[in-house]
């Protein structure tokens, strides 16, 4: 008896694409590496999705077949949300998330610091104490040691009356700043970080009391 005719075999639905995770892979003072992985199938085109620093939203396109990018004209010591977008046959799947802060921005040495001087190993810096010295019904001022080493600049964080976290920059020559702008006889407890190269010391921490 002759063979049944086989069938032609089904084709298969081609696998819908799915995106996996998204991540951080370098910052520079003004862009962010981004890479990604897609465990199935195969996107037409992505789209990374953030907010510049006065809030407009802005968007890069990246082919298919590439799984990273670089963003770049971005504001130094900055924190971004990345959002990343896969399209596959008109349709929009994702986002994918993850938060990158841009480096610290370098201060570069003049010509004729160059030209006399051979250049050091760099120290890493360290953070000392932080003291409270004075106080008025809506400020408190601070001072504060580098026992070794130079930072780039220097960040002051407290809470206010609601709880909400206040930040003030300090640059990195000085030390000492006076934090206005507080309540009258209310407690306060001062966190000081120093920035180096793009990367966070501390933090020392003082508690003070503003004058009624």
């Known amino acids: 008896m002759a063979p049944a005719p086989t069938e032609p075999p089904t084709p298969e639905p081609p696998i819908k694409p799915r995106l996996g995770e998204l991540t951080m892979t370098d910052a520079t003072p003004d862009s962010l590496s981004l890479s990604w992985t897609v465990p199935e199938g195969q996107f037409d085109h992505f789209l990374v999705q ?9 968007t890069t396109r990246v082919p ?9 004209g971005l504001e130094p010591y900055h924190k971004y949300k990345m959002n990343l977008y896969g399209f596959h046959g008109g349709q929009r799947v994702g986002p994918v ?5 841009t480096a610290a921005e370098e201060e570069t040495p003049s010509p004729t610091e160059l030209d006399t001087e051979a250049p050091e190993p760099s120290e890493e810096p360290l953070l000392g104490e932080l003291t409270v010295t004075g106080s008025s019904p809506d400020s408190l001022s601070l001072s504060w040691t580098v026992p070794q080493g130079h930072f780039d600049s220097f960040t002051v964080q407290y809470k206010d009356r ?5 930040v003030v920059r300090v640059g990195g020559e000085e030390s000492e700043v006076t934090v206005g702008g507080l309540e009258p006889g209310r407690k306060y407890k001062m966190h000081l970080y120093g920035l180096y190269e793009g990367r966070r010391v501390g933090p020392v921490s003082a508690v003070g009391v503003t004058g009624e």
Do not use: L, M
């Not at 907010?51 to 939203?57: F, L, S």
């Not at 298919?64 to 770049?72: F, K, L, P, Q, Y």
């Not at 609601?162 to 206040?166: E, I, K, L, N, Y």
């Open 97 to 101: 998330s993850a938060i990158g802060v």
């Open 50 to 58: 953030y907010k510049n620093g006065d809030g407009q939203p802005k």
């Open 64 to 72: 298919g077949h590439e799984d990273r990018v670089t963003i770049s």
């Open 162 to 166: 609601d709880g909400r976290p206040q």
